[in-house]
């Protein structure tokens, strides 16, 4: 049994303008506890969808989620899936609920219903966790883009979840809260073993995951580790979807003739690719 298994789903959005379209496509992953999947895609390949999926919020048509053996579908056992399997969302804006950082991480632990004692232990736990701490009793407000989101996470960590699965969690940030929070999400998936289910469209993020997993229209189009994926670089490009530069490069000197020995995935290892050439 995986850590989750989606077999066969198929889902279609009841509603006017989308005329019944199937979203998912009898699409089946199995995710391994304490993986690093990147879900990537171009726009309505049915990415959040699948999000959705993973912790019931959404229910397959047909086809079955499973966490840990326990069906989406089945309402006994949804808030033991809701627990081990959070979701963080791309506008941090809308994910904290209360004004003080502190009182924002308790609120999740609260509606479990845990004890006073247990709920303090936790918050400072899952505020250490996103390095957090010191703002504990900071206005949620005030702060900035990347440091929300690390608080909403904080919130998600505090329910002591096994997965933690991001839509987009960077996209609305400047370059330094994106650097913070894909620290963050490293870091809990290496320290906690959180397995971690990463959508984005940043191909430098991606490219930090163990596997990459690519949706195109309902279904997958092709998934392995980053550098097996990004270097089916014409396959990428034929579906619209980008390549990380370094890989792009690497690929580019290959075709006139360098021989590339391990596809580069960030600058550091294109610099050390080329280097051994013209050595
Ligand atoms: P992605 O995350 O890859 O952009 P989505 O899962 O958001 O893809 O969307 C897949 C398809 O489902 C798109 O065609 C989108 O327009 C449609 N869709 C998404 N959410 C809804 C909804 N709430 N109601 C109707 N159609 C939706």
């Known amino acids: 049994m995986h850590f989750i298994d989606v077999d066969r789903v198929v889902f279609s959005y009841e509603n006017e303008d989308n005329n019944n379209t199937k979203v998912l496509k009898e699409l089946s992953l199995s995710i391994g506890k304490g993986e690093f999947i ?8 049915g990415k959040s969808t699948l999000a959705k999926m993973f912790n019931g919020i959404l229910l397959p048509d047909t086809g079955d989620v499973t966490v840990c053996g326990m069906n ?5 056992t949804l808030i033991n899936i809701r627990r081990k399997v959070g979701l963080v ?3 941090p804006d809308n994910q904290l609920v209360a004004s ?11 509606n479990l219903g845990l004890e006073p004692s247990e709920i303090r232990i936790r918050v400072d736990e899952a505020l250490k966790a996103v390095d957090m701490y010191a703002y504990k009793d900071h206005a949620s407000y005030k702060l ?12 998600i960590i505090a329910m002591q979840p096994d997965c933690i699965v991001l839509d987009e969690p960077t996209a609305m940030l400047d370059p ?7 620290d963050t999400i490293v870091k809990l998936n290496k320290e906690k073993n959180i397995t971690i289910i990463l959508i984005t469209h940043y191909m ?3 490219a930090l995951a163990n596997r990459l997993v690519i949706l195109d229209n309902g279904k997958i189009l092709t998934q392995g580790r980053p550098d097996e994926v990004f270097s089916k670089v014409e396959l990428l490009k034929r579906h619209k979807l980008d390549v990380p530069q370094a890989a792009q490069l690497a690929y580019r000197l290959k075709s006139c003739g360098f021989r590339i020995n391990k596809l580069p995935l960030n600058a550091e290892e294109c610099v050390e690719e080329i280097a051994a050439q013209l050595k």
């Open 176 to 182: 330094q809260g994106r650097q913070e929070v894909m």
């Open 100 to 110: 003080i950082v502190e009182e924002d991480v308790a609120f999740g632990p609260e």
């Open 204 to 206: 430098d993020e991606a």
């Open 72 to 76: 989406t579908k089945n309402d006994d």
């Open 144 to 155: 900035s883009g990347g440091q929300k989101q690390r608080v909403a996470i904080a919130g």
């Open 89 to 91: 969302m791309q506008n």
């Open 38 to 45: 990147a879900l990537l895609g171009h726009n309505g390949s």
